[in-house]
């Protein structure tokens, strides 16, 4: 049964219900459709970005990455922004906001000159939207005027982010493109010009798949296809590492975070907030499942504050940065040895054969018993054996052995404690 948590939380000056809104997409193309995810929980949105003129786009335009029988963990899409006009989505905004006064409704906009852009701001502002978000990041554009070629180039950020911010009274998220080293310096840009927030990350450059009968990347369109952008679970880890750096980063400090990427159940969005997001965006999972998702998001988040005492999410955002520190400051002096657990072990080998094969033979295989034993003077604690173990909790982490004369005056339970295991 759902907890009464007040989920609710500021974004952008805007008072939200809760952090959950769908990403510029599909999944808000028109008033119609945002109706009926609005009405499922969604606390906001940002409708598909609004272009000056609709796109061409090319069918098929979608492909999946399947790993053994899971599909769907990570999807590549080759469609550009909104294929209606101007003047048909701004209706389609005015109508929305006459009919959810309370739910907050983003528009992302993209341009492809200054003019564009300070037309587009002004137009969507007087339609009714609450907050603007600036499409840098579209890796499929037709048009290198546009899309993350742009968000590549800090100069073209801060231009077209100046010109829309000189356009409008609303608040400005600047979105992000992944497909750069450091992110920071377009966030910085954006930031400079006058952006509030900053919302990372539209998808990724991709090839998925290669059609073995037509020798090209899929999909296949007319026998050709090409690079485009990679989102759904799989992009969830770089997405957090972008979040990372930009949280991390001190000039963009007062810079509100937005989060996407991946993001499929309440606990994919609380390591998003934890990680600094004040609000987060999903796309490809409600392509998969619908909008109905947003219900276990809100009742999971609920549990997670109840249990953990917390009374606003406020309190949530962003603990988790400041344990994400650099490769060279991690604490290299001991080994976790793992334990095995015979009661539930089920003799399947796997933890034999990938530390043999894989890490350091550091387990002995009796193959009359079916019994794998961990020899602890091979061990070094890598715990390939945890993560490729099929049952829950069978191998876990159980003695901390400091290299030699590392120790420092420390006990094993001194480092126990700081040690935090899934
Ligand atoms: C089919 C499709 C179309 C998209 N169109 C847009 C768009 O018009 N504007 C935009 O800013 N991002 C667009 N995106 C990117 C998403 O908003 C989001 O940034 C990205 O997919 C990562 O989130 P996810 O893993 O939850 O999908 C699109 C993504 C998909 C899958
Ligand atoms: S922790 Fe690594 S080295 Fe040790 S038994 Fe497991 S897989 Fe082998
Ligand atoms: S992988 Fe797990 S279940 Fe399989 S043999 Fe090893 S300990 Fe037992």
């Not at 598909?48 to 098929?60: A, F, L, R, W």
């Not at 996407?260 to 969005?269: L, P």
Request: proline share 4%.
């Amino acid at each position: 049964m759902a907890t009464k948590k007040d989920l609710s939380i500021d974004f952008l000056g805007v008072r939200c219900e809760n952090p959950f809104f769908l990403s510029s997409s599909p999944v808000c193309n028109n008033a119609e459709q945002i109706s009926k995810a609005l009405d499922a929980g969604w606390a906001g949105i940002f409708y598909k970005t609004v272009g000056i003129n609709g796109m061409d786009e090319c069918s098929p335009r979608f492909d999946i990455l399947t790993k053994e029988t899971t599909p769907w963990v990570g999807f590549k899409n080759m469609e550009q922004i909104s294929e209606l006009s101007l003047a048909e989505n701004v209706e389609e905004i005015k109508q929305l906001k006459a009919k959810y006064p309370t739910k907050v409704i983003g528009v992302s906009i993209m341009g492809s000159n200054e003019e564009e852009w300070a037309t587009l701001a002004r137009e969507v502002t007087a339609a009714g939207a609450d907050m603007l978000e600036l499409n840098f990041s579209c890796p499929q554009m037709t048009s290198h005027a546009m899309g993350s070629d742009v968000g590549q180039n800090p100069d073209l950020v801060y231009k077209y982010t100046k010109v829309v911010v000189d356009n409008t009274h609303l608040p400005v998220v600047a979105k992000m493109t992944p497909n750069i080293g450091k992110m920071e310096e377009p966030a910085l840009a954006a930031a400079r010009a006058g952006a509030k927030g900053i919302s990372a990350i539209n998808t990724i450059k991709s090839i998925t798949n290669i059609d073995l009968d037509n020798l090209t990347g899929k999909p296949v369109v007319n026998g050709k296809s090409s690079i485009s952008g990679y989102s759904g679970n799989a992009v969830k880890p770089v997405a957090l590492r972008f979040i990372t750096q930009l949280a991390q980063c001190e000039e963009l400090e007062g810079e509100q975070l937005s989060g996407i990427g991946g993001i499929e159940t309440w606990q994919d969005a609380v390591e998003f907030i934890l990680l600094g997001c004040r609000n987060v965006q999903v796309t490809t999972s409600v392509m998969q499942y619908g909008y109905r998702i947003v219900e276990d998001m809100i009742n999971g988040l609920s549990h997670f504050m109840e249990e953990r005492g917390v009374d606003s999410l406020d309190e949530l955002v962003g603990i988790a940065t400041k344990n994400v520190i650099p490769a060279e400051e991690l604490d290299r002096s001991f080994q976790l040895i793992p334990k095995i657990d015979y009661d539930k072990c089920i003799g399947c080998g796997r933890c034999f054969i990938s530390c043999f094969d894989g890490s350091h033979q550091a387990i002995a295989w009796d193959s009359d018993t079916r019994k794998p034993t961990i020899l602890e003077d091979k061990c070094v604690g890598c715990h390939l054996c945890i993560n490729v173990c099929p049952v829950t909790d069978c191998i876990t982490s159980d003695k901390v052995v400091f290299k030699e004369g590392r120790q420092n005056n420390r006990t094993a339970e001194d480092i126990a404690q700081q040690l935090v295991y899934q």
